[in-house]
């Protein structure tokens, strides 16, 4: 497929390009976070800060690099405007979901409003579709120079280019050690610094409501002085994606830029990505490997993912594509690897950089994973260059790409360069030259059951979700049935409550039913000091029986008063719940489904191997009944931590509306007056228009949930 004809096309694959008169290719963050103090303390007027996430106790400087300046993030920005008069710092940041309170660093706008320097601004950016996160990682220093890639200014991104297996040096802010964490930023100056200095603007003015005015001529240049130039005099292109959202059109740059990339190349093509879950991108490859005499291809990527929710959702999807594009590998001219040291299985190296080197024609660096979210949710920059009539930078491709290679081999970049000159592989160099101390390994696809989270349209979604779509594809349609069903009971119910207690107060009903005596006798039975332990029997009884809880729930609150009713139903809904998770979890899925029915293999999937969020979605928008639900949970070995978590939260709304309902009806019954029955339509209402904008909620947050799935 020779050719020279340019893949740029503009509107289509690039937003708009430049001349950059230096380029550097930054690898890892300890070279990143250098250079970034150099620039920063170069500053003359403006440092514009973007990125996914940012923590002010971020150490920049580690080992023998002991300066007279602060090197925690927060205090170096408050030093860097107190010894610079003019300079202004503005910091934009994803305003994260709840999803990552407790990865994130608490109350990152008070940090940065109060505790830095009146000239550091510092803005949480929500305006972005729901379930997007802003994904960019941009820092530009006065327009002259930006830096761009995968690495935020947070934590656990600090290492070198030797990622040691155990560096004392990489820690977190609270002392604890991380594994090996590789990323690549680039380095540009000229037009595209300039031009991601406007993208910044752009987006601090939807944030924070005002226009940023562009920053004065300075004279003095930023370049910092511990990056060398790879590239000199050459064209850079900024590729974007953006979620539609309001006026904000959707924007898919990014994505037609890798499809046509893969499209051009000749004879290699290497990505580096923490992800491999989009499908249009693995369609691109699997069409490639079609040829017969196409490029082989080599993805470097992390063995698995961080944490349960990320492996069974993640993962799951990784390992459905992977399986996809190697059916269609009869050559085997695609490989997927992950980095390992030998003899060291558990030591889990995070490869976080999301690179694509096209021969040596073609080369982009930026935020985009090769995800669905990446492609049209998420907002994302990358930089890209092309090669043709530029040897050098044809050079510095190549050397870029065998300078990684031999970084995750333990090889020289020219150890690197002459195995693929000789071999004429990317595939058959790994071949050759791993098995060392550190190495790449062949990623093994093992098989991860499907399940409601591993669906694309859930926690990789390629556009901004419905909350009624997500209800309409997570809920079956005979359970949207039964839900109108119970709605239509439960407002039957409240009208012939509500005619009851007319009766009472205008038929002579009330001579045969005296009203007082009833309420006294209730309160007789709730005033027993035994009665709250036998009503939380009664909850685990209940549960064994499949009794229904929200009828429990009711009656609770009639016998107790309010915040006593709550607190006893929610901890005997628990009780009930954990007893009857642990009898699933000793009879097993075999006798559960011999119970149960088909009913459980529905509801096994949705749960899947385990399923915090799946558990509280499920609780909320109920689709078997309570005990069922435990029941099931248990045989299918859902963490008892997650599944103990997500009911609490799942269930709580409901109880707590059920409680106010059912007192405020309990004051219309005892006393049918217009101010009781105002009270009672009026709580009636409330809860059923807070429980919809709860589900509404969740429905609209949930493609959120991919834990770093857009980090």
């Known amino acids: 497929m020779e050719t020279t004809r340019s893949i740029y096309q503009q509107g289509r694959n690039y937003w708009k390009k ?176 300039a031009i991601l200095g406007e993208l910044f603007r752009q987006r601090w003015r939807y944030a924070a409501g005002k226009k940023l005015p562009g920053p004065e001529q300075t004279v003095s240049d930023p370049w910092p002085q511990s990056c060398l130039p790879d590239i000199t005099e050459i064209d ?21 830029l890798w499809a046509d990339a893969i499209a051009s190349a000749r004879r290699h093509i290497y990505i580096e990505s923490p992800f491999f879950t989009s499908s249009k991108i693995a369609g691109a490859i699997a069409k490639r490997l079609y040829e017969e005499s196409g490029p082989d291809i080599v993805v470097v990527t992390r063995k698995k ?27 085997g001219r695609f490989g997927i690897y992950f980095t390992e040291y030998t003899g060291r299985a558990d030591l889990l190296f995070e490869v976080h950089s999301k690179v694509l080197i096209v021969d040596d024609t073609f080369l982009r660096i930026g935020s985009s994973n090769v995800s669905n979210r990446s492609m049209g949710l998420d907002s994302e920059c990358d930089l890209s260059l092309e090669t043709w009539g530029h040897p050098d930078a044809a050079e510095a491709c ?30 058959r160099t790994i071949e050759i030259l791993g098995g060392g101390v550190r190495t790449l390994r062949p990623l093994e696809i093992t098989s ?77 039975v709730s005033d027993y000091r035994l009665m709250p332990a036998i009503v939380l029997l009664l909850y685990v009884l209940g549960g064994l029986v499949v009794f229904p809880v929200t009828a429990m729930v009711a009656i609770t609150a009639v016998l107790f008063p309010p915040l006593t009713a709550l607190a006893v139903s929610i901890t005997g809904a628990m009780m009930s719940a954990s007893v009857v998770y642990w009898i699933g979890r000793v009879l097993g899925r075999d006798f559960v489904r011999k119970v149960a029915g088909q009913r459980i293999n529905q509801l096994s999937r949705r749960l899947a191997r385990q399923g915090l969020l799946t558990v509280t979605i499920i609780r909320f928008i109920p689709v078997a009944p309570f005990s069922v639900v435990n029941l099931v949970a248990g045989a299918s070995h859902i963490g008892f931590r997650d599944y103990f978590i997500g009911t609490l939260i799942g269930m709580s709304p409901g109880f707590v509306a059920i409680t106010l309902f059912t007192e405020s009806l309990l004051s219309f019954l005892f006393e049918p007056s217009i101010l009781n029955i105002t009270i009672l339509g009026g709580i009636t209402l409330a809860a059923i228009i807070l429980l919809v904008w709860l589900k509404r909620r969740i429905a609209g947050k949930i493609d959120q949930s991919s834990g770093e799935s857009a980090s």
């Open 448 to 524: 991860i059951e499907k399940n409601i989270l591993s669906e694309p349209f859930l926690v990789d979604p390629e556009r901004p979700m419905d909350p009624d779509e997500f209800i309409e594809r997570f809920i079956d349609r005979e359970d949207h049935y039964s839900g109108r069903k119970r709605l239509i009971v439960f407002s039957a119910l409240v009208l012939i409550l509500i005619a009851l207690a007319a009766a009472w107060k205008w038929t002579p009903l009330a001579q045969y039913l005296d009203i007082g005596i009833i309420s006294g006798q209730i309160q007789t």
């Open 236 to 256: 850079i292109a900024v590729s974007r994606t953006q979620g539609r959202y309001r006026e904000k059109p959707e924007i898919r740059e990014v994505e037609a």
């Open 398 to 427: 190549t050397m870029l790409r065998n300078r990684l290679l031999g970084e995750h081999l333990g090889s020289t970049h020219l150890e690197v360069g002459n195995t693929v000159r000789t071999s004429g592989s990317l595939i």
């Open 305 to 331: 993912s961080h944490g349960w929710l990320e492996e069974s959702t993640m993962d799951a999807i990784r390992a459905h594509l992977v399986r996809r594009v190697q059916r269609v590998d009869t050559a």
């Open 18 to 193: 430049g001349k950059a008169h230096r380029v550097s290719f930054i690898i890892d963050a300890q070279a990143y976070f250098k250079a970034f103090v150099e620039a920063v303390l170069k500053a003359e007027r403006s440092v514009y800060i973007t990125g996914w996430d940012i923590d002010s106790q971020l150490k920049l400087l580690r080992g023998d690099d002991k300066p007279d300046f602060p090197i925690h993030l927060g205090e170096f920005l408050n030093y860097a405007v107190r010894v610079k008069p003019h300079l202004h710092v503005n910091i934009l940041v994803w305003d994260f979901s709840a999803l990552y309170t407790f990865k994130r660093e608490p109350l990152p706008a008070w940090k940065f409003r109060w505790k830095t320097g009146e000239r550091v601004h510092f803005r949480l950016d929500k305006y972005l579709p729901p379930g997007a996160s802003h994904h960019q990682k941009i820092v530009v220093i006065d327009d002259r120079i930006a830096f761009n890639g995968g690495i935020d200014l947070t934590h656990v991104r600090w290492d070198t280019p030797e990622h040691l297996p155990d560096d004392p040096r990489r820690t977190d802010p609270w002392e604890e050690n991380y594994p090996p964490f590789h990323d690549v930023q680039m380095l540009v100056d000229g037009e595209p610094a």
